[in-house]
């Protein structure tokens, strides 16, 4: 018998969530391997059928753990559409600040767990006292460390507290100068460049067969397709950023994007706290009852980016006080089950657990 | 809602398509996304046509149940990322003969999703062997869980153990919650 | 020389001294580690209370050789550790050959490879793998700077090279680039990043460890504290200069491990292959250049 | 048996996280210039905790010298059963150091002395639970966390989602919160520690003593827990 | 009684047996059994009392120390694979013949150790190929028989080549004589030498005449392996300690430049012997047939014999025959292990089998036994020597040899530990499930040897002193000296009841902590930890195939000397074809022209 079966997870180390591979494995080469999926399998958009619209704010956050406000900004945004209802423009960049900072904060705990899978469990330490100093500032706006149910159809749930512009520029000041510092110790490490340079490539032709979008994509075909720049929703448009690209699509260089991502989404938050404009951070979504409002009948499909690409929500109405249908079509869904059927095999059992890391892999919204 | 809209690209498009297949209904949700609803013997062709226009990205595949139609309604989620544009193709399938051609060989990427609907809604992808197969849910019981006839609480009621509660939250009438 | 069974009770002294000081050692480090990641770490002795809940715990056995296996990595080690000179407490004078310890040490590494391997795990046996190909690495410069040092020094008995290092010198200053060979492939034997490929928990879920539970990983524990503290005893004993006393020996001991701990804990992870073309590159060739240096010019002796 | 950690009433809190300073000024010490100066909370530990014990209690514990070091020495599985987990690297990093309860992630089962089930557990996952627990060398002890563990919670009426999960596991203590922050994952965690001291937390005793009860339930929802499909051969 | 009519007796017993096995099978291979064992209780009853007087024409024979030490060696490897041929009489095609050729080959060695002068060894080494060279292909290959055939050929070529040089030059064919003799020119002496060698190199399999080794060891009959590679190998290590020290050939070559305080030619040798050591590692790293590993690993250990020959310094010599002692039992039994695997299984391939110790306990803590020797860890033989080889290389300072045997040294872990883990340990095959232990016929002879080597492992100093008195019987100056109980190199002392006794300490230490901690409770092989998954296949999780996969990965494309006697074997192959063209082809004018032409342009020749 040539080959042993080895299973990454749901139970192991190397794999964050709670998801599994198994990999049939031939000396050290993966020969063939499957994501098994469903661990996390809540079957959320049924649950999502029977609540009504007011309640599903409560409930779509946890359709990806690590990412919660996508979620809600689709959510919203869709039924907004539908209902034809104008977001003020408060609300607008409040929700850029939500978004940023989300962003911020996944992309450092995906720095940090860079750590797991090739030992340097220093940037883990690192990133993740970091990442919390973000979640002090969601708890300060939003009364919620991760789940935050903050953006809500027709604006943002509250208006910012007072004062909290000065925490959020010293934090991310902070985050800022720390940044070299995560430079030194991943990008610039020989060990770390050993393990991640030239390892889990990803050909540009592959991102189109898998579908593959974020910075899988626009690290592998070098253009900015961006949801935000092409696109744009909430005021993106009015904000200036770049999207950090590359034509070589290994594992350092998704790493490196994220990284400079984060660059980018604190100065798009210093932007937005700069224009922050007047007035107030939400309307009313329809009328009639505060709790079981409805929503016009109608389909619509409201996309955001996220860390791991295109994240959106195909919402259908029946004009009732739940909705009709929510599909989510989750981020990591191309990569995550496409992929590692068909380009994990001829990857070592070593770099395996580095897919997940650098592909940005969440489980729970593969899951549902 | 629009019926037509400013974006690039997006209306010559719609009149292609109108030119060449048989579009029952197009609608302008955003000025980017139009949502078409083709006859489905039609699909197969446009998807083809619209890969070769730019659209190289099939963003998801799902399905919606009408029970009172008796009908399901694909949709096929297709994205042009160069211009942004976004095309849904809308087509009905019979219900209760849920049966529809595999497009991965299409948009590869389609396997998954089709495998998806499968095990949600019941509907068999010829072609899409893989498909058959259950992927998220694990010796399931019962009918495909997203269809509007499956009622999850009732599942959920009669298959697992509720843990009981001096008091009843739902309705009036219960005793006073007591911690004990 | 006669050997009586006081010679074993002190040897077995300083193996279960040896025991104790790399376990508080470990949990020192453990501590200063914990400040390097902005924390404050565990208690100093909580590898003392590990290892005690381990042995408290109800394990369970793959068959008679994954515990046996146990019982000779454990007895393997204990072994070498009595040979090995602490200052002046040298026990069997004469006989604590340098190739009685490299080889003596191999008898803990095969229990417990066996071990591993016999409880059945494939991911065990990808640490054993993974360990035994490390060996090959990191044993083979170490073992050429030493047998340059028995060579101009004429004796491979560890407690007379510390007498002469005393005498003369430590052979930090005698053979700089020796010792830093060393270090590296102490670096290796000690398992510490980025030699730590065959733990690996990500890939392997802590490689031969992945079934040990229970007294066995609590044994294995203790085998890892007294392996270590021979290994940087080793390295003291043969680079440094050993210990005119002990207290000098306890504060060379306690820097090198330090430091070995402290360069693990800024670098990653390499991967197996990488580790044998890393040793096979420079070390090797650093360890081939001293021996020369020694043997041939005979710079420095 | 199970209990309720954050409802018994003998007890004091334990850990105390300074957040008395306004919510508003970042913790100081985040961004100096040393390195290694950790921004860790102090964790304050009342000294003598033996106070709130009963005599029987007090007793036992000096009895049990075994109890001391299966306390102090948790180690737990790296496993994320659900989405309580993503609070769980919070408090075992920098923030908040679990490591200073002698507590650490371990890999595998056998390693492990405490099952984390960080929330919901759909069926899919309760096979693969059972297996891990039953895995685990004894004494093993299990937290539950957040309501979905207690009674599904938000997902009560889910047909994935199972309701109570002290019908197929034993569970030793709960954590309360959706999901609970560090600092009640902290408390809960010195509950168990003293749970553990005096004798209390007998989980396992108890999958021992009504083996059958739990086999019955786990096969009542599941059907067979160690199933065979298409992707296991 | 002396050696000839010991030889006489073997050489008849051998033909006796044939009939004997045609009559009946088993009669016939016990009759083996008796007649090994009871050659070797004579040589060990009447030990130095053996006389090599009476003679029969040229056939004399003279004893000497070197020769009885590699004799008993010869028997007792013999002796105790020859328990296993009773059961394999039905496996292998005749039967007859096998026993007879068992015997013979045996009379052959024994004759070779004790020849008196050249011509009577040359006899009875080329009794010894013609015999193990029609055993070999009663195995699984012909090809390997051709090979050994070839290989062996060439040797003995040269070393007829050379006993007729020295007899030309000084009219002796007397081994101690034509020796002696040749010490006055060094040109002659260095050709015979080197021509003699040869022959030595091709039977210990010093690279780059290894490759014969593992294709016949690999595929000769299970039972033949262990002799082979036990015995049969060691006569190029006799030879080879007989001709350096007889010579001795750096006192011949004291002329020439000194490199790390040897001559430049003994050096060059030395080199080849450490590339046997890399080569013959690295490919036993690679193979997945556990006899095909064992073979390799008798190439590297021959490079560790090779050395410690050619350093020609009391230890190395005294850790060469330690070595050789050590060596042959440990790698004979590890071969009788896998015979027993393959006997109860019908495999050698390692990634087929797999935890075989449930099966077979016995079988599988002789090969542990076997593999520590051959590893060189303590408590056993393997160490000993080990350690004599490296304190005299320590002494000398050669590092760069250091190096490689330091890299065969560690690289034996990594191959003696694959058979271990993946064939004995691991998994149980569901195919196997019925497999029953070794039968106890089987199992005496490897206890035995394990015995042993665990016996000569604690207490070497026997060993020792005798090395020591084969040693002053070459002629040498300072001998290996010992104490007590210890034996005393020249950088430091080995105490090996010593060493042993701390690991027993240990052990007893060790033991009492797993007593006192609580008893753990027996689960099954498969119930281990899957990651959380399901998983009921157990030849699904069992890593066995390409073990080494990552390390193998570093030397994939590594030049190959097979490759080039391959090359080679096509010219002469193209050669024979273009004889043929002309000799052998239908048109026989084309042989008579070219005839003619080949005569006309030798007369023309002659007339100018």
Known sequence: MKEIKLFLGPQHPGMHGNASVHMYVEGDIINKSRLVPGMLHRGFEKSMENRTWMNNIGLIPRVCVVEPDINEMCFAQGAEILNEVLVPEKAHYIRMLILELARISIHLMSLGGIGGPTGLYTAMYWAQADRDLLLDIFEAITGHRVYHMYIVPGGVRKDLPEGIEKLIIKTLDGIESRLPEYEDLIFNNPTMQSRMVGEIMLPAEVVWDLGVTGIGMRSATGEAYDLRKVNPYARYDQVEFDVPVATYSDAYTRMKLKMLEVYQSIRIIRQVLDGMPEGKPNVKISRGSALKWTVKEGQIYSAVESSRGEFGYYMVSDGGTSPYRVAVRGASYPQGLLGIEKYMPGTRIDDAPLWFDTMGICSPEIDR | MMNSTNRPGMNEMVNELKARFNVEEVTFVQDHEAHVDLHRKDLHEALTYMKQNGFRQLSAVTCIDWPNEKIFQLIFNIYDWSKGNRFIFRVKIDREEAMFTTITNIYGGAKYYEREVHEFFGVVFEGNDSALKQLFLEQWDDLPPLRKDFDSRAYSDRKYVKREYKTSFGEKGGEPFERN | MTITITDFLVAFGVAFCGWALQTSVSGITRKTVARMQKRYGPKWYQNFRDIFKLLNKRAITHGWVYDFGVIMALAGIIGTAMFTPVANIVVFKGYDNFFVFVYLFAVGMLGMAMSASGSGNPLASIGVMRALTQMVGYEVPFMVIVLALIHVRDTSSISALVDIQQASGWNLVVMPIGTIVGFICLMGMLGKKPFDTYIAPAELASGPMVEYGGKQLGMLMIMHEIATFVEISLFVNLFLGGGSNILEFLVKYFIVYTLASYVSNVLGRFKIDQVVTFYYKIPILLALIQAGMLVIFGWGV | MAKKANIKKDKVKKIVIDKSKSIIDAPSGMFSDKINEPFAHEMIVSKDRSENLTPKQRKRKWKSMANYFSANSLWMLMYCTGCCAIELPQAMTSRYDMERLGMGPMATPRQADILLITGYLSLKTLRRLIYTYEQMSEPKYVVGFGPCTLNGGIYHDSHAVINQLDQYVPIDLYIAGCMPKPEAVMNGFQDLIDLIEVGEATGWKDYHARYEWYKQNQKEALGEVMIHDEFHE | ?608
Do not use: C
Not at chain 5, 74 to 84: E, H, K, Q, T, W
Not at chain 5, 295 to 313: E, F, K, Q, R, T
Not at chain 5, 479 to 499: F, K, R
């Open chain 5, 1 to 608: 009684m002396t050696i000839l009519t010991i030889i006489i007796a073997l050489i008849v017993l051998s033909f006796a047996t044939y009939y004997i096995t045609k009559i009946n099978n088993q009669v016939g291979a016990y009759t083996t059994v008796v007649v090994t064992l009871a050659a070797l209780v004579i040589f060990l009853l009447e030990g130095d009392k053996l006389s090599g007087a009476s003679s029969i024409g040229i056939l004399r024979f003279s004893v000497t120390p070197l020769a009885w030490f590699f004799s008993i060696i010869m028997l007792i490897v013999y002796s105790m694979v020859a328990f296993f041929n009773p059961y394999w009489m039905k496996k292998i095609l005749h039967p007859g013949a096998y026993n007879m050729l068992f015997l013979l080959s045996l009379a052959g060695t024994i004759g070779v150790f004790f020849a008196e002068n050249f011509i009577v060894m040359f006899i009875f080494w080329e009794i010894v190929v013609w015999a193990s060279m029609f055993i070999i292909p009663f195995g699984k290959s012909r090809t390997a028989s051709v090979v050994y055939y070839a290989m062996s050929t060439f040797g003995s070529f040269t070393f007829l080549y050379a006993i007729f040089m020295l007899y030309a030059n000084y009219g002796t064919f007397v081994i101690k004589d034509s020796l002696e003799a040749a010490k006055g020119d060094a040109n002659i002496a260095i050709a015979a030498f080197i021509l003699m060698l040869l022959a030595g190199f091709i039977k210990l399999g010093i690279f780059p005449f290894h490759i014969w080794l593992p294709m016949a060891h690999g595929n000769a009959p299970d039972t033949f392996s262990p002799i082979l590679s036990g015995g049969l190998v060691k006569l190029g290590a006799f030879l080879t300690i007989l001709i350096t020290t007889l010579l001795p050939i750096h006192e011949v070559t004291k002329d020439q430049a000194y490199i790390f305080g040897v001559p430049i030619l003994i050096y060059v040798l030395m080199i080849f012997g450490a590339i046997s050591i890399v080569v013959g590692t690295l490919m036993a790293i690679k193979q997945d047939d556990a006899k095909k590993l064992l073979a390799y690993s008798s190439v590297a250990n021959g490079g560790y014999i090779l050395i410690g020959i050619l350093l020609y310094d009391e230890m190395a010599l005294s850790g060469a025959l330690i070595h050789i002692f050590g060596h042959a039992i440990a790698s004979a039994t590890a071969f009788l292990t896998i015979a027993a695997v393959s006997y109860r299984t019908g495999t050698t391939k390692m990634s087929e089998l797999g935890g075989m110790i449930h099966k077979m306990p016995i079988t599988y803590v002789v090969y542990l036994m076997a593999i520590i020797s051959m590893a060189g860890i303590p408590p056993m033989t393997g160490f000993i020597s080990k350690w004599l080889l490296f304190q005299a290389l320590a002494d000398q300072g050669m590092f760069f040899i250091a190096t490689t045997m330091f890299f065969g040294s560690i690289g034996s872990f990594l191959y003696v530990f694959r058979p271990l883990s993946v064939l004995f340990l691991g998994q149980l095959k569901p195919e196997h499930k019925t497999v029953k232990e070794a039968p106890i016929g089987m199992l005496i002879p490897m206890v035995i040897l394990s015995g042993i080597t665990l016996f000569y492992g604690v207490l070497p100093n026997s060993l020792v002193e005798y090395t020591a008195k084969i040693e002053s019987a070459l002629g040498f100056d300072k001998v290996i000296e010992t104490s007590a109980l210890v034996i005393q190199g020249n950088n430091g002392d080995l105490h090996a009841p010593l060493i042993t006794g701390i690991f027993a300490f240990g052990f007893i230490i060790a033991l009492i902590i797993f007593l006192i901690a609580p008893k753990s409770r027996k689960v099954g092989l498969m119930d281990t930890y899957t990651a959380g998954e399901f998983l009921y296949t157990p030849s699904l999780y069992h890593a066995g195939y390409a073990y080494y996969a990552p390390f193998e990965r570093l030397y994939q494309k590594h030049p190959n000397i097979v490759a080039l006697f391959a090359a080679l074997v096509q010219k002469v192959k193209d050669f024979g074809k273009f004889i043929r063209f002309v000799f052998f082809s239908r048109w026989p004018g084309r042989g008579v022209m070219f005839i003619i032409l080949t005569m006309i342009l030798l007369m023309w020749g002659e007339k100018l």
